[in-house]
């Protein structure tokens, strides 16, 4: 299919399919506790056809035009991945967001990639407002809104219960012509 570069360190964005599991569900296991701190992604995939029926789920939904899942990949291992959690052409809304194992934070690798689905977005799909929705406990997922250029929008103040907590969650977004004014500055 594809497979984009992220940079000169070996980290490339590509599918994450249904095929992946074995290797999704290994992913997962080496960083099931860090990425459930915050977001229960991948919690219900325990063994390889648990696994592959949740990336068939992302895959019928880029069917539909509704979602899609896209893997990182460092040095020819799965270490996260990013995504399109909802995708609406027709009114051009999008929520995107991030997983990541621990041994692969700190490298900028959510950022670069988030820039690529954004562009396409916009781009392409012309999206016009893009949607980052995290916890507000989870700092380094809003440095990574800070640093795409979003602008948060509000807390929506104990919205959802999750390992028997109530949590906030921020919601952050960059609308299209923001997102095209800061690239057309950085590219100068």
Known sequence: MYA???GDDGAELRPLDPWHAPEFLAHL????????QHIPFGAKATDVDSAR???????DKRAADTGSLHGLWLEGKLVGGVLFRIFDAVNGNCEVG?????????QGLITRAMRVLIDWAVDERGI???????SSANEPSINVARR??????????????????RRDAEVWSVLAPE??????????
């Open 4 to 6: 984009i570069s992220l």
């Open 29 to 36: 296991e080496r960083g099931r506790e860090f990425i459930g």
């Open 53 to 59: 029926e949740l990336l068939q789920s992302y895959a």
């Open 98 to 106: 991030c997983w990541l194992e621990p041994a692969a934070t700190g």
């Open 128 to 134: 016009h407002r893009v949607e980052w929705v995290a």
């Open 148 to 165: 795409l250029g979003m602008s948060r929008d509000g807390v929506l103040r104990q919205s959802y219960p999750y390992r028997g907590v």
């Open 179 to 188: 997102w095209r004014e800061a690239r057309a500055r950085t590219e100068r």
